[in-house]
C-alpha cells in the first residue's frame, strides 16, 4: 500500500514539475526574444508567444501588440549595440511569473537591473509584462556619459600616439570605422575628403612627400560625450623636404566617435595658407 502511495505521489510531482515546465515556456521565448538582435527574426519570435492585445509597460515605453514591442527592442539595440542580456531564477505562482534580469555592455560594465513581473494567459502565451528598473544598481545618466567620455579619449589617445608616434598603421585601422571620413584642409598640396581608412593612408602616405615632423607640444583634449566628440589641440614641428627650413604648426583635429570607433575627423591649421606656402617653398 505504502508503494501505491508512493507511486501517486510521485506522479502528481511529475504532474506539478512537467505543468510549470509547460508553464514558464511563453517566458523562455521572451527571453530569447530580447536576445534576438536581428529585428525580422524576433518578430516571428514574438508573434508565437504575444498577442495583439498583449501588453508591455516599463519606464521607457506602455505599448500593445507584436510590431509595437518589437519596436521597443529595436530602439533599445540603437541605444545599446552591445548589451548582453542574462536572467535570474523563476518565480511561478498560478499564472505569474517574475524573476530578475542584468544587462551588461561588453566590457560586463553593469547597464540596467531589471525585475519582470509576466502574466501568462494559460495556453502558452503572454498577457502582459511588467518590468520594474533597479535604478540604484545602474549608473546614472551622468556615470554614463562620464564612463563614455574616458572610452572616447582612450581611442584618440591611441589614434594619435599610433599614427604620430609608433606609426603602427596596424592598431590605426582597428580604431577607424568603416566609411569613416577624413576632411583635410583644402589648401593643402594633401587636402580634401578622403572615405575609408585605405584612402587615409594614402592621404598620410603623401603627406610624407612633403615634410618631417616632430612632436613639439603633446595633447590637450576636450571632449563632449552627450555628442561623442572629442577635440585635440597640439603642436608639430615640421622640416620641409623642399626646401629644408622649419616650421611650429598649431593643429586642431575634431573627431567624431560612434560605437568606440573614430567615424570622422576634421583638421584645422592655425595659418593654413601659410603652411601650404611652406611646403611648396623650394631653396
Not at 514574438?46 to 516599463?58: A, G, N, P, R, V
Not at 498560478?94 to 544587462?103: A, F, P, Q, R, S
Request: net charge positive; with cysteine; hydrophobic share 40%.
Amino acid at each position: 500500500m505504502r508503494k501505491i502511495y508512493l507511486f501517486c505521489f510521485l506522479f502528481v510531482l511529475n504532474g506539478l514539475f512537467a505543468q510549470k515546465k509547460d508553464k514558464l515556456y511563453p517566458v523562455a521565448v521572451y527571453e530569447k526574444v530580447w536576445q534576438e538582435k536581428n529585428s525580422d527574426t524576433r518578430l516571428k519570435m514574438i508573434k508565437s508567444i504575444w498577442l495583439e492585445d498583449s501588453t508591455f509597460e516599463d519606464p521607457s515605453a506602455s505599448i500593445k501588440g507584436t510590431a509595437a514591442f518589437n519596436n521597443v527592442i529595436n530602439e533599445f539595440y540603437k541605444k545599446n549595440p552591445d548589451a548582453v542580456l542574462t536572467s535570474g531564477t523563476k518565480i511561478v505562482k498560478d499564472n505569474y511569473v517574475t524573476w530578475e534580469w542584468k544587462i551588461f555592455d561588453s566590457k560586463n560594465n553593469l547597464i540596467l537591473a531589471v525585475r519582470d513581473f509576466a502574466r501568462l494567459n494559460g495556453k502558452g502565451q503572454v498577457s502582459k509584462i511588467i518590468g520594474f528598473w533597479d535604478k540604484g544598481a545602474a549608473p546614472s545618466e551622468a556615470d554614463v556619459l562620464k564612463n563614455l567620455e574616458a572610452d572616447n579619449l582612450k581611442v584618440i589617445a591611441k589614434y594619435y600616439e599610433s599614427l604620430f608616434k609608433t606609426r603602427d598603421f596596424d592598431t590605426l585601422g582597428s580604431l577607424i570605422a568603416d566609411g569613416a571620413v577624413y576632411n583635410q584642409a583644402a589648401g593643402l598640396p594633401y587636402g580634401g575628403t578622403y572615405i575609408g581608412f585605405s584612402e587615409w593612408t594614402k592621404m598620410f602616405t603623401k603627406s610624407t612627400e612633403f615634410f618631417d615632423l616632430q612632436i613639439e607640444k603633446e595633447p590637450v583634449y576636450f571632449s563632449d560625450a552627450s555628442k561623442n566628440e572629442v577635440i585635440i589641440y597640439f603642436t608639430i614641428n615640421c622640416r620641409s623636404k623642399k626646401s629644408g627650413k622649419t616650421m611650429s604648426v598649431p593643429i586642431s583635429e575634431h573627431f567624431d566617435l560612434k560605437d568606440g570607433k573614430i567615424a570622422a575627423i576634421r583638421s584645422f591649421y592655425y595659418d593654413t595658407k601659410t603652411f601650404a606656402e611652406f611646403l611648396k617653398s623650394k631653396k
